[in-house]
T-cell receptor, first 113, second 114 residues
Framework: SQTIHQWPATLVQPVGSPLSLECTVEGTSNPNLYWYRQAAGRGLQLLFY??????ISSEVPQNLSASRPQDRQFILSSKKLLLSDSGFYLCAWGTGTGGYEQYFGPGTRLTVT | EDKVVQSPLSLVVHEGDTVTLNCSYE??????LLWYKQEKKAPTFLFMLTSSGIEKKSGRLSSILDKKELFSILNITATQTGDSAVYLC??????????????FGKGTKLSVIP
């Protein structure tokens, strides 16, 4: 069966510090991978998605970047965090040709102080 | 611009009540619609609806899609306190070049009182 991992679970970082969140998927090959952010009082917002190694699409211009160095690894990064980067970050995976089920990891709660 | 509207935004019911949650959508190149339940952490998958008029059921939960009127409903019968959560609906859209994206509504917060 497939599982998706994210770490860390919680993170408190000062403004201006770098960020690296990692997501890995087990039990599937060539998944589509997604990073979402859920800010307080707002819906889930798609940040990045990837359909393969090295292929990243960005949905929203921002202070963040994503990379996919391996088939089942997806990394969310920032060089300098802003207060507005605080939120709940969720990684998700899915397969298929569209309109398919998508499954979420446990999430990382980031607080920028 | 794609739009997903869920109603009501919040709902408080007593155990044993039946509830209906609504989701209307306007997305380009609609493919299917997903429902999720979100408690304190990550959303958990409930249903995927692709065809109009075909009800999907899982225990006390059921859902149906109307692609002509662009909405979906999620029903929960005989509610229990464990049903308390935010329920999210998310239509898929085909954004072209082989990419597909979910657009999430803000959710309906359901609170079930014993």
């Amino acid at each position: 069966s497939q599982t998706i991992h994210q770490w860390p679970a919680t993170l408190v970082q000062p403004v201006g510090s770098p960020l690296s969140l990692e997501c890995t998927v087990e039990g599937t090959s060539n998944p589509n991978l997604y990073w979402y952010r859920q800010a307080a009082g707002r819906g889930l917002q798609l940040l990045f998605y990837s359909v393969g190694i090295g292929q990243i699409s960005s949905e929203v211009p921002q202070n963040l970047s994503a990379s996919r160095p391996q088939d089942r690894q997806f990394i969310l990064s920032s060089k300098k965090l802003l207060l507005s980067d605080s939120g709940f970050y969720l990684c998700a995976w899915g397969t298929g040709t569209g309109g398919y089920e998508q499954y979420f990891g446990p999430g990382t709660r980031l607080t920028v102080t | 611009e794609d739009k997903v509207v869920q109603s009501p935004l919040s709902l408080v019911v007593h155990e044993g009540d039946t509830v209906t949650l609504n989701c209307s959508y306007e997305v380009t190149n609609f493919r299917s619609l997903l429902w999720y339940k979100q408690e304190k952490k990550a959303p958990t998958f409930l249903f995927m609806l692709t065809s109009s008029g075909i009800e999907k059921k899982s225990g006390r939960l059921s859902s149906i899609l109307d692609k002509k009127e662009l909405f979906s409903i999620l029903n929960i019968t005989a509610t229990q306190t464990g049903d308390s959560a935010v329920y999210l609906c998310a239509p898929w859209r085909d954004s072209g070049a082989g990419s597909y994206q979910l657009t999430f509504g803000k959710g309906t917060k359901l609170s079930v009182i014993p």
